[in-house]
C-alpha cells in the first residue's frame, strides 16, 4: 500500500517499496524530493514536455476532425477505447499501491458536494432569472458534473505526476460517474418531465461500465502482488490513457453558434470553471487546513471543464441541447487556460 | 395554401436555384414555381426558436424538413461512450431528417436552431402522394436527396 507523504512527494525508495516502479518520467517530476538542482532541472523539462504532449494531442485531434482525417465516429471511437481500455488498466497498475484513508474518502465526497451546491445554486438562479425549467436542468447537470476522466486524468498526469492517478480514477468513478449514473438521470428525468428507466436498469448500466468493474476488482486485488510482466503491460496501457483521451477531446471540439444562451452559459461555466472548485478549495484546503497533493488533486478535478457525458443525457432528455453543446465546447477550451490558475494556486498556497 | 406557406416554397425556390448554392443544397434548379409547390402542397410550416430542438437522436419520426430561413446545428450524441461530435451547419436550401426518412430507423443526430429558423415539413404520407400524383418529380427529389447524403457521407470520410 502506498501512503502519500504530505509534501505530495514519493521517494524513490518509498515507491519501490510499495511496489510501484516509478519511470524516469516520475522520478524526474519527483525531482523535488531528490533535493537536487540537476535532478529538478530535468523534472522541469519533463513536465514541460508533457505540458507539450497535452497541447499537441488537442491540436492533433481538432485538426484531425477538422480536415476529415478521421471518420465521423472517431471521437467515439477514440473514447472507447480510453473507457474500455485505458481506464481500467490504469486502476489495475495504480489503485492497489493507494492506501483508502479519510483524505481519499473526503476527495470522493467533493464531487457530490459541488454537484449538491451547484443544483441549489442553478435552482436559485433559475427562479431568479425566470430560466426555462429545460435550462435549469441542463445546468445542474452540465454545469454540476465535471469531466473528471477524459480531461481529469491526462491533467492530473502532466501537473500531478502518474503516480496520483488513482486518485482521480477514484474521484471520478465513484464520484462524477455514480453521480451522473444515480442522481443525474433522475433529476433529467425530473427537468425533461419523462419517466425514469427502471433502477434495475441503472444498476447494470454502472456494474457494465468497465472502468468501474476494474476499479472493483482493482480494488478486490489489492493484495494479491501482480507477476512483472502483467504490472509492466498494466503500465504501458495506461501510459496510452492520456494522449488519447486528449485526441479524443480535440476531435470534440467545435464552438456552437446559438448566441442566445450568453447568461446561461456565463452562469454555467463559471460555477464550473471558479465558483464550484473555490467552494471546495475553501471547504477542503482553508478550513481544514490540509496541504497534502490528494486535497490538490481533488480540488483541481473539481475545477475541469463540464463532461461530455452530462451533455449526452441532458440532450437525450432534451435539456436545452444548444446550452448543453455550448458549456461543453466553450468550457474545454477555458479551463485550458483556468487549470493552469488554478495549479498555480494550489501548489502556490 | 396560405399565402404564409406559398411565400416559404418561392422563397425555398429562389435559394434553390441560385448558381452559387451549396453543394447540400437541393439540386432542383430545374424545377419551376409550379413544381415547388406541388411537391410541398401538403407540408406543414414549422418554426425554431433559438437554440430549440427539431428532433434528437434516437426520435422515431420519420418526416423530412426543408431548410428555408435561419440556420440549423448537426451533432451526434453517444452515450455508450459519452462522446459529443462537433455541431454541423445546415444552411438554408438544404434538408434535414433524410436518413430517418428513408430507413424509418430514428433520428441518427439531434438537430436544434442556431437562430430563428422556418422549415417545410413534408411527412412521408405526402411523398407517397407525390409518387403517385407526380412520378418524375418524385424521382428528382429523391436523386437531390441521394446526392446531398453522397456530399455528407463525402465530408464525413474526409473526400
Known sequence: ?349 | MDSDKADLITTLHALTSRPEASEEALSLNHWQAEDWSRMLAESKPTVLHPGEMLFKRGDDNSDLFFLVAGSLEVSVPRSATGSLTPPVIVTPGSVVGELAFFDRAGRSASVWSRDRAVLLRLSRFAFRRLVDTAPSQACDLLLALARIIAARLRRAHGD
Not at chain 1, 481500455?85 to 465526497?109: K, R
Not at chain 1, 446561461?264 to 490540509?290: E, Q, R
Not at chain 1, 497534502?292 to 440532450?315: C, G, L, S, Y
Open chain 1, 1 to 349: 500500500m502506498l501512503n502519500l507523504p504530505p509534501s505530495g512527494c514519493i521517494s524513490h525508495e518509498t515507491a519501490t517499496r510499495n511496489r510501484l516502479r516509478l519511470e524516469p518520467a516520475e522520478r524526474e517530476t519527483n525531482g523535488r524530493c531528490l533535493n537536487q538542482h540537476s535532478a529538478e532541472h530535468k523534472a522541469r523539462g519533463r513536465e514541460d514536455g508533457k505540458l507539450t504532449l497535452l497541447v499537441v494531442c488537442l491540436v492533433v485531434g481538432f485538426a484531425l476532425n477538422r480536415t476529415g482525417r478521421l471518420p465521423a465516429a472517431g471521437a467515439a471511437a477514440l473514447s472507447a477505447y480510453v473507457i474500455n481500455l485505458g481506464l481500467p488498466a490504469v486502476a489495475f497498475a495504480y489503485l492497489p499501491h493507494l492506501e483508502f484513508n479519510q483524505t481519499v474518502l473526503l476527495s470522493i465526497g467533493a464531487p457530490w458536494l459541488m454537484f449538491l451546491i451547484g443544483a441549489g445554486l442553478f435552482w436559485l438562479a433559475g427562479r431568479w432569472l425566470n430560466l426555462a425549467r429545460e435550462t435549469i436542468g441542463c445546468l445542474m447537470l452540465v454545469g454540476g458534473l465535471a469531466n473528471t476522466s477524459m480531461v481529469g486524468l491526462p491533467m492530473i498526469e502532466v501537473f500531478f505526476g502518474r503516480e496520483l492517478l488513482p486518485v482521480g480514477l477514484l474521484i471520478d468513478l465513484l464520484g462524477s460517474y455514480l453521480i451522473l449514473s444515480v442522481v443525474a438521470t433522475p433529476i433529467a428525468c425530473w427537468y425533461g418531465a419523462e419517466a425514469p428507466p427502471p433502477a434495475g436498469t441503472m444498476v447494470r448500466q454502472i456494474v457494465a461500465f468497465l472502468p468501474f468493474a476494474a476499479t472493483v476488482l482493482a480494488l478486490l486485488l489489492s493484495d494479491v502482488p501482480y507477476p512483472p510482466w502483467l504490472q509492466a503491460l498494466f503500465e504501458r496501457l495506461a501510459g496510452t490513457m492520456a494522449p488519447v483521451a486528449l485526441v479524443s477531446i480535440g476531435c470534440q471540439l467545435g464552438l456552437s453558434g446559438v448566441h442566445n444562451k450568453l447568461r446561461p452559459v456565463l452562469l454555467g461555466l463559471s460555477y464550473k470553471l471558479l465558483l464550484g472548485p473555490a467552494a471546495i478549495f475553501c471547504i477542503y484546503f482553508l478550513m481544514s487546513g490540509t496541504r497534502d497533493p490528494i486535497t490538490q488533486i481533488t480540488v483541481f478535478e473539481m475545477a475541469m471543464p463540464p463532461m461530455i457525458a452530462a451533455t449526452v443525457v441532458a440532450m437525450e432528455y432534451d435539456l436545452d441541447p444548444a446550452l448543453a453543446t455550448l458549456l461543453v465546447t466553450a468550457g474545454i477550451p477555458l479551463a485550458f487556460v483556468t487549470l493552469p490558475l488554478w495549479h498555480f494556486a494550489l501548489v502556490a498556497t
